[in-house]
Every structure is written in structure tokens, then in C-alpha cells.
């Protein structure tokens, strides 16, 4: 047994339906990966390769429990998105293997400070605490893909105070499942426990403390937490 000099951390993780929990090591997440969601930022979709940033594993926040409003910003954002759960790691993984190295799905949110990371874009600075902040990754449960397949289209929405916000399919995905775990495996080499947040839809917008936030991937599952 190692001898630590403080006390290891505890493993981060997210409960799968059914029982159990997955074991998450990274957390990637793809930008901009609707093209009306990519307009909305200022972009060109059809110009653009893939692009990653990653949250800490203990951003990640439990389905229903409440998020606290971050501090230094005015402005937290919603953004629904589908997250894929890597259960074997490799590189260089050709697209047409990549689903076998899926082990599941769930429904998430990429909150974002987005006065914090826009100030940063403006300076030409990393934006990690724009995106990065604590709790900045409500997730929720984690589904096999054994049980539900590989979802590449169907209803993504999310709904703030019952009204919804947020509503497109997967099949809008500029970046299928496939095309982003090869190109994201040519960069770094997966592993067992890592989850890629796959991109949000357009009107992403501010939320407030008490608001409910309910999102709904359709194959997949349902995420829930309110600002407070």
C-alpha cells in the first residue's frame, strides 16, 4: 500500500441504473458540435475539425441533487448534452470500431460561467474556469449500452421551470459518437472510466438560483438539478 503523505481522494463516479456506480477517470467535452449552437457562439460549423476541453472528474454532480450557484459570475448557462462512458480505452480507434469501446450513456449538463469564459476568449486566454468550476457537470444515471444500443438520434431537450429551453435530435450531431471517440483517441489514448460530454444544441441561456433544470435524451434518460 502506498504511503501517502494526505489522505487519496475519493474515486469519482456515477450511478448506473440498475445498480452500481461507473468509475470516472477524464472528462472531455466536445465544443460546439451543433451547427446552430455553433452559429449562436459566433462560429462556422462547416469549417471547423472537432475540438475538446475537459471538467474535473469531481465536477460531475449526481442526478436531482442541487447545484450551487458558482461564485465570480453573473452569468451560469445551461447546456444539454448526451454523455458517452468509455469501457475500453485505446488510440488510434478506427471510427468503425469505436462503438465497441462504449460502455454506456447518460443525460448531462455542461453548466458554463459564460461571462468568465468570454471575457477569456476576448484576452486569448484558456477558458478552464469558465467551464471547469465545481459541480459544473450535473449528470444523470448512467445506462448500458448493452441495454439501450447506440443512440444517433432521437429527442434531446431540456426544459427550465417546466418550460423548455433547450430542444433538438442526436441526429444533428456535426461529430457522430463514432467520428469524435477516433478523432478524441488520435489525441490522447482513452481509458476505462473516461465520459465524453458529446455537445449541446442551440439557445443556451442563463439560469438563476431556484431554477429547475430538467433535461431528457430520448434512448437514453433523464438529468435533473436546481440552482441554489
Known amino acids: 500500500m502506498a504511503?501517502?503523505?494526505i489522505s487519496p481522494p475519493a474515486i469519482a463516479s456515477v450511478p448506473v441504473a440498475g445498480g452500481g456506480s461507473f468509475p470516472v477517470r477524464r472528462v472531455f467535452?466536445?465544443?460546439r458540435n451543433y451547427a446552430e449552437h455553433?452559429?449562436?457562439?459566433?462560429?462556422?460549423?462547416?469549417?471547423?475539425p472537432p475540438f475538446f476541453f475537459m471538467k474535473p472528474a469531481d465536477a460531475l454532480l449526481p442526478d436531482g441533487a442541487d447545484m450551487p450557484y458558482p461564485p465570480q459570475s453573473s452569468q451560469l448557462h445551461h447546456e444539454m448534452e448526451m454523455v458517452v462512458a468509455i469501457g475500453e480505452g485505446g488510440a488510434?480507434?478506427?471510427?468503425?470500431d469505436a462503438l465497441r469501446h462504449?460502455?454506456?450513456?447518460?443525460a448531462g449538463l455542461d453548466m458554463t460561467r459564460r461571462d468568465l469564459?468570454?471575457?477569456?476568449?476576448k484576452e486569448g486566454k484558456p477558458w478552464d474556469m469558465g467551464k471547469?468550476?465545481?459541480?459544473s457537470a450535473p449528470?444523470?444515471?448512467?445506462?448500458?449500452?448493452?441495454?439501450v444500443g447506440h443512440p444517433a438520434k432521437g429527442l434531446i431537450e431540456l426544459k427550465v421551470n417546466g418550460k423548455v429551453r433547450q430542444t433538438s435530435d442526436l441526429s444533428k450531431m456535426i461529430w457522430s459518437v463514432p467520428e469524435m471517440i477516433a478523432y478524441l483517441s488520435g489525441l490522447v489514448k482513452l481509458a476505462p472510466g473516461d465520459l465524453i460530454y458529446s455537445g449541446t444544441p442551440e439557445n443556451v441561456a442563463a439560469v438563476q438560483r431556484g431554477d429547475l433544470l430538467e433535461g431528457t435524451v430520448e434512448g437514453v434518460g433523464s438529468v435533473k438539478t436546481r440552482i441554489v
Not at 488510434?92 to 468503425?96: K, L, M, S, Y
Not at 449528470?139 to 441495454?147: E, M, Q, T, Y
Open 139 to 147: 449528470i444523470g444515471l448512467l445506462v448500458p449500452a448493452s441495454k
Open 29 to 31: 467535452c466536445v465544443g
Open 92 to 96: 488510434n480507434i478506427a471510427e468503425a
Open 132 to 135: 471547469g468550476f465545481d459541480w
Open 3 to 5: 504511503d501517502y503523505v
Open 38 to 48: 455553433a452559429r449562436e457562439m459566433g462560429s462556422d460549423p462547416d469549417r471547423e
Open 117 to 121: 469564459q468570454n471575457a477569456a476568449k
Open 102 to 106: 462504449v460502455w454506456g450513456y447518460a
